[in-house]
């Protein structure tokens, strides 16, 4: 179950289904998601090469959060990157 401080982004790659889970509460917009993606698709570590797109409005605090059709879950590796390395523990995956 999903609560109020939490967002989903629902993935459906060949075999792997379920949702990619935020807690809004614990996300700091710190972007280590982001840069662990582009990593994993194009070795280098770019904010607009990532398949994760997270921004902070400085003022209220908000985090908005979204992941693009072209993310393949980390295909070949054994664990979910932005899973891993996110620093505040706010990322989370759950299978359907």
Partial sequence: MITNNQKAAKVD???TKGEI????IKCRGCNTCMLAC???????FSR????????????TGKVSWMIS????????????????????????FKPF
């Fill in 13 to 15: 790659v060949k075999e």
């Fill in 21 to 24: 889970i935020l807690d809004e």
């Fill in 38 to 44: 582009s990593f994993h698709h194009a070795s280098v």
């Fill in 48 to 59: 607009e090469l990532s398949s994760i797109k997270v921004s902070l409005d400085y003022i």
């Fill in 69 to 92: 059709s072209n993310c393949d879950l980390c295909k070949g590796k054994k664990e979910f990157l932005c899973i891993k390395h996110c620093p505040y523990d706010c990322l989370s």
